[in-house]
């Protein structure tokens, strides 16, 4: 008896799902799943690389000038500083300051250079192996006369933010330069 309750259970769920159309033999179109795409980082305008030439300027005025409240206007929340051959360390914009006051030359101007193809080998390095994915760098600044005897050298950073802002992100120091 226990076996007829069974069947008929069974019986009862077979008719139930072919009321509801599921027993139907009508194929569904399948419909395209869209590949995620990835997202591609946005290459700088015309615009922006005007904006980062323009900071980049504005930038060595103000080392040339020492004013480094200006300097320092310039960073975003952390600068790195790095040292060629060695590793890196990211402080707030004020400690920045301190540790760039080491590097200025006593007197003399700094010279600055956004030619990359004046930039110095680095041991066969692309710069953009130097800075971490976390920025956008869009400009790249080789300068020389750093140090106190002036005999260093530097590359500078520029960023730029989402929001389209330009700012001083990192400093690769080579305190006698780069070869």
Not at 7 to 30: E, K, Q, R, W
Not at 108 to 116: C, M, S, W
Not at 152 to 162: F, K, M, Y
């Amino acid at each position: 008896m226990a076996k007829r309750y069974a069947v008929v259970g069974i019986m009862l769920v077979v008719a139930a799902l072919l009321a509801a159309g599921c027993g139907s033999t009508a194929t569904a179109t399948p419909q395209p799943v869209e590949e995620p795409t990835e997202e591609m980082p946005v290459e700088p305008t015309g615009e922006s690389n005007s904006e980062a030439g323009d900071m980049a300027d504005a930038l060595a005025s103000a080392l040339n000038a020492r004013d480094f409240a200006q300097v320092e206007s310039m960073m975003g929340e952390s600068f790195l500083i790095g040292y060629w051959r060695s590793e890196g360390v990211s402080y707030t914009p004020a400690k920045a300051i301190v540790q760039l006051g080491n590097f200025l030359p006593e007197s003399g101007e700094l010279t600055f250079t956004t030619d990359e193809s004046a930039f110095p080998d680095l041991d066969g390095t692309p710069l953009s192996a130097m800075w971490g994915p976390e920025a956008n760098v869009v400009q790249n600044i080789y300068s020389e006369g750093w140090g106190p005897d002036g005999q260093g050298a530097a590359i500078l950073a520029l960023a730029q933010r989402e929001d389209g802002a330009i700012y001083w992100y990192a400093m690769l120091h080579a305190a006698i330069g780069f070869d």
